[in-house]
């Protein structure tokens, strides 16, 4: 299975809202992603692109050290990100409330969202 960007903006809005970090994503283009922390003393940094010999989506740099708090809110947290986290529970409940799943997701990762998801 070849991997692309749209598959790695997806590992990336899972990743921050699992450990809670806020981030820049630039450049965001088809061929070339790079992901920064948005705490300027902070050296966590992504970068992936398409490998001219094998045409796949890799991570060509990646630091993994974060030297920043972990934070509640993210733009990142979106109605697309919840509805694919929690696609079995609210496909068994079909009438499940939109207060209920928010309480599912705050319990689940301590993460805030609010009433207004953006989808």
Known sequence: MVFGANQFRKAVAYYVVEYRRQIKLRPNE??????????????????????????????????????????NMNKLCNSKLIARKFKDKIVSQPYIRIWEIQDLFRNSLVFYVGKKLQG
Request: a positive charge; aromatic letters at 10%; charged letters at 25%.
């Open 30 to 71: 088809r061929q070339r992603m790079r992901v920064k922390c948005k705490n300027p003393n902070c050296t966590w940094l992504v970068y992936a692109s398409i490998d001219r010999d094998s045409g796949d989506f890799i991570v060509k740099n990646y630091h993994h050290v974060h030297k920043c708090i972990p934070l």
